[in-house]
Nanobody, 126 residues
């Protein structure tokens, strides 16, 4: 398994940007899909983006296409989520997660991810 730790959250004004980081440790020599999710108060956890650890294959949720970009730095065992043009509706706890590349469930399937970070809070003020 792999252990994940998110960082980079905080308070930002509407229209601003943040870059979240997800540092992986443990069995990082294996190939994974790394995903970013978020959960706002009273709402279900929402899929944002995913990237395959060994390649540049990416997938995005409809709500963040064109504003958020997922990337990875294999040398640092870190996955990033660059978030631009933030609005108060982006306020949530952001989580990264890992799943096997052999899983056939949709990238948005929460149950398909076997490792989760503790989350980092992002608050966007109007």
């Amino acid at each position: 398994q792999v252990q994940l730790v998110e960082s980079g959250g905080g308070l930002v004004q509407a229209g601003g940007s943040l870059r979240l980081s997800c540092a992986a440790s443990g069995r990082t020599s294996l190939d994974y899909y790394m995903g970013w999710f978020r959960q706002a108060p009273g709402k279900e956890r929402e899929f944002l983006a995913a990237i395959r650890y060994s390649s540049s294959i990416t997938t995005y949720g409809d709500s963040v296409k064109g504003r958020f970009t997922i990337s990875r730095d294999n040398a640092r065992n870190t996955v990033y989520l660059q978030m631009n043009s933030l609005t108060p509706e982006d306020t949530a706890v952001y989580y990264c997660a890992a799943r096997s590349v052999f899983t056939t469930a949709p990238m948005s399937s929460l149950k398909s991810y076997h490792s989760w970070g503790q989350g980092t809070q992002v608050t966007v003020s109007s």
